[in-house]
């Protein structure tokens, strides 16, 4: 169970880094998407996968998932969406005010001080 | 974007779409999508759920309602400015473990208790669903807001 | 138990003040007051920090109550209370430089509370015991550097904003695939805890050295080390001057913190490979920054190579991971903190009264500000390290360390960059207060008292800093203990058992 959850966050991220290296913004932003949810999927295989266990410890309880994983990704879930909701809001910006959402075509522009 | 719409064959993108459909079915199931999140709301503490999934989804069937109907429909059904949802969220969230001090606790500290409600049996009480309403409060206000934001912008 | 509420004022006053000035609407002039009298409390609070940590040791407070390795703990020793009381006076001395230099529209649009936001952050970051709740305090203070690094929404901002929020996006993803490997081998986020968890620890040690490269990759972006700074000359150029300022005096320094921190307390068994390929990365980032430090002629891009060079130095002192490398790394983080961020200001000063970055355009300044000029003289002479100012102890004992522990090449780049630096700043020097003429008359009327009361405040305290290095020295003798004897950090542990 670990090796395949451990296979999926690879594919994932793989798959962030090829939606990253493209140029359209909009691909750029499901490429961090998609790193984020394959770190989590990460860090949640990392306190080792238990089926239908509580993550409560207690005395009547033997076995028990490990919960704070589970503590920890909610965090980072949460971080994640407040950074993806700022990076949407960002290339609407720049959509509106550089006329592009072609990161190439972006290079030129001037600085202005 | 406009231009990955006007390649896939879009000659003209229509700016808002008056669908009775919709509308109608919005208004039913806006209320559904409400209940539901409150129920997710109060579910969290044993259960899962909690104020980050109930604040996402009360932010969503108000984003229903956006699509359903326009803007200005919408800031007439709901008065708020989501800045101060934002702030009264931080403050809810961020004052209650200050208050702790008060008990002389360390911050975050937790009370919690049963109480016996005739319809419902016991009930359990804790001092933590009240840091949740300001996720709550925090979380469908910047969802909001962000999505504001951008259909400002596209004007 | 320990109810202190000491310990996380430095993280709730900037934190509440922000709230306070978001429920006020866009009142830029409340807001004003309020996040200058918020830079008050919180150096109060800081001094007091210091003053009762110096007496009776690190200070702990646990929350919720949970025991120590198994909830979040809040450790400040002396290092974080040094760094929290720099901050608080940086931070204090940008928003009265704010008042006159970022103009009202952003200030309208939620500058104040942004910047207390990010000063939050940073506090947090400096003072958390607990290696996740250090990445929730990174992101905070990320997020809130995005908004400012945007604010305004020139062209340049947008650009130069998005490539940072994408590199820091990247880098902090990886800092929770390291906290993901780290937990499955040590089992606790406790720094304190992991320290003693890795020290009765008898397997194969390999997988701490890989983690030692996650995080120092995660570390350096933040930072700005040598392979990975590519982003910082550009990005650092794009915002107004006070955000540049609180940016180049801060952030660059949390990175370095993490760095101290992660590479004193976890990664010590393989000193031999992780702390060398530190020194090397230290090494060529002075290099490189000494070289962009020479090329440009542009005022603001000469200061934020700099920053390179600065952070080059610091992370030798504390690859060193001897007494004398880590206090010599602490006196210099303290001091180039103060000194970026007086150096920015000034420069700030010059570029907003006569409109123009480039020094070679400019000359003969000094006739119309000579407080300036010399004032500007007396920063660069302490960024370069010249004897009774308080650049030159962090230099020394770095340099002491280097030699003590046979890395004369080290030692002898860390001299060399010296030059490099003092040749750069004067040459600003030169070029714009003292060379021929320039045309008075095309000086722009601003107010400039609140811009030069916070400019020549940072470098007067940094004077002030310089000439009580030797009484200050007990307070580095203590910061530094944590980093070269880990075992004192994490003695708060080992004493509630």
Known sequence: ?113 | MKSTLKKAGYSKVQKQVHDVFLQFTSKVIFFIIILFAFKLFFAGHYTPGGGFVGGLLAAAAIILLLIAFDQKTVEKMLPIDFRILIATGLVIAAGLPTLSFLFGTPFFTHQHTYITVPVFGEVALHSAVIFDVGVFLTVAGTALLIIKLIAEEDD | MTTNILPLLPIMIPFFAGIIMLFMGKRPVWHRVVSGISGLLMMLSAVWLVISIYRNGTIVTFLGDWMAPFGISVVIDMAAALLLLTTSIIAFLIVVYSFQSIGIEREKYFYYPMVLFMIAGVNGAFSTGDIFNMFVFFEVFLLASYVLITMGGTRVQLQEGFKYLLVNLISSNFFVLGLAYLYSVTGSLNMADIYLKLEDYDGNMVIMTVLAVVFLFVFATKAGLFPLFFWLPGSYYAPPMPIIALFGALLTKVGVYAIARTYSLFFIENQAFTHQALLLMALLTIIMGSIGALAYTDMKKIIIYNILIAVGVIIVGFSMMDEIGTIGAMYYLIHDMIIKAALFMLVGFIIYRTGKADSEHLGGLIRKHPVTGWMFLVAGFALAGVPPLSGFYGKFFIVQSTFDNDHYVAGIIVLVSSLAVLISVVRIFMNVFWRGEMDFSTLKPIKTDKLLFASIGLVIVSVAFGLAADLLYPFFEMAASSFHDPASYASYLTEVE
């Not at chain 1, 670990?2 to 090829?18: A, F, K, N, Q």
């Not at chain 1, 999927?41 to 266990?53: D, E």
């Open chain 1, 1 to 113: 169970m670990e090796l395949i959850t451990i296979i999926l966050s690879g594919i994932l991220i793989g798959s962030s880094v090829y939606m990253m290296l493209s140029k359209s913004i909009i691909r750029i932003i499901i490429g961090t998407a998609l790193l984020s949810h394959g770190v989590h999927l990460m860090l949640l295989t990392m306190g080792r996968l238990k089926q239908g266990n509580v993550p409560v410890l207690d005395p009547e309880v033997s076995s028990y998932t490990d919960p704070l994983p589970q503590a920890l990704i909610l965090t980072a879930i949460v971080i994640a969406f407040a950074l993806t909701s700022y990076i949407l809001v960002l290339a609407l910006r720049m959509y509106r005010e550089l006329g592009t959402d072609n990161v190439e075509e972006m290079k030129g522009v001037p600085h202005d001080d």
